[in-house]
């Protein structure tokens, strides 16, 4: 099966899923243009479609109302949107980091292309950092991706990495995700965005704060089972207390296990028997362990999908143990 990956470029060690182009650090953007795979454009044409009687040639006919996103390299269709669709440029997601790059020490780690070129992202290391007992770091990043398939608006997001075993979690405060969404019906203003993202800096040291209070936080045999109900059931389930299907058994159970020790990083002084640690197990859970076609489909849902719903709901079953 292809890979999800069409291709990208990374710094620091290999990703997880083996694929990409190895740079070393302080690469222009020029450079990761090439090597990430986002050196081509993505054009734009009329809907024609055939209108053929039986027996007759047909007509070729318009649809006024919609237009094929297509790429200039490999003139491969993208999807067919409405005219007001506002394109994002694959130029456009690296050049968002030009400056933060280049005056506010941001570092670049890893930007690609996923489904063809259907979603493109890069994500940049913004020199934060924060520790917790055990020295166990965890790392601020900013992420923007964009998708041209109506799947998800084009999206700048900070988002954490704990070093130990590089599971990652968007970066949420009172349940609400520190993130700026542009939809597609909009122009992509790259300095309005980081105006808003800016306000979120100062997030940084309050969600630490957080993780402080999750890492503090014994939990009890009893509270572990709570929590995973609380995050594999939806609350009908739970107030009906319906039959846990088998997925989500076999889901809870592996999570029990990492959380118990198997994960990387449970045996910490902040993971062990903690809420943190709990947290953590999910996290891994959804970046490394949960069942997928590939890697990189696991990637795409971790970071977009269902794997980042799951993780946000992990959060915030694991902060109303500290309230």
Not at 269 to 283: E, I, M
Request: charged share 25%.
């Amino acid at each position: 099966m292809a890979h999800l990956v069409e291709n990208m470029a990374y710094v620091g060690q290999t990703p997880w899923h083996g694929l990409g182009n190895r740079l070393t650090p302080h690469q222009p953007l020029e450079v990761w243009r090439h090597q990430a795979g986002l050196d081509w454009h993505i054009e734009e044409a009329p809907v024609r479609f055939i209108d053929s009687p039986r027996g007759g040639l047909g007509e070729i006919l318009s649809f006024e109302d919609h237009k094929v996103l297509y790429r200039s390299d490999s003139r491969a269709p993208l999807s067919v949107v409405s005219q007001r669709y506002k394109v994002v440029q694959p130029e456009a997601i690296l050049e968002f980091y030009r400056d933060l790059t280049e005056v506010s020490g941001f570092e670049l780690e890893t930007a690609g292309v996923l489904r063809g070129g259907r979603k493109i992202w890069a994500l940049a290391r913004t020199g934060q950092t924060g520790v917790l007992k055990g020295n166990d770091r965890t790392d601020a990043y900013v992420l923007l991706a964009t998708a041209c398939d109506g799947t998800m608006a084009t999206t700048a997001q900070f988002t954490s990495v704990r070093v130990v075993c590089n599971n990652t979690l968007a970066v949420a405060l009172n349940g609400q995700s520190q993130a700026v969404k542009v939809s597609h019906r909009s122009v992509f203003d790259p300095d309005a965005v980081k105006r808003q993202l800016g306000i979120s800096v100062s997030a940084w040291d309050e969600f630490m704060y957080r993780l402080k209070r999750l890492s503090e936080r014994q939990v009890k045999d009893t509270e572990v089972q709570t929590f995973l109900r609380s995050v594999f059931q939806d609350e009908t389930a739970q107030r009906t207390k319906a039959t846990i299907t088998p997925v989500n058994e076999r889901a809870m159970e592996t999570v029990r296990a990492l959380y118990d020790g198997r994960g990387r990083g449970a045996h910490l002084p902040s993971s062990h028997r903690t809420a943190y640690g709990l947290l953590n197990a999910v996290t891994e859970f959804v970046d490394h362990e949960r069942r997928s076609r590939t890697a990189d489909h696991r990637l795409d849902s971790a970071w977009f999908g269902q794997g980042a719903t799951l993780k946000r709901k992990a959060l915030d079953q694991a902060l109303r143990l500290t309230a």
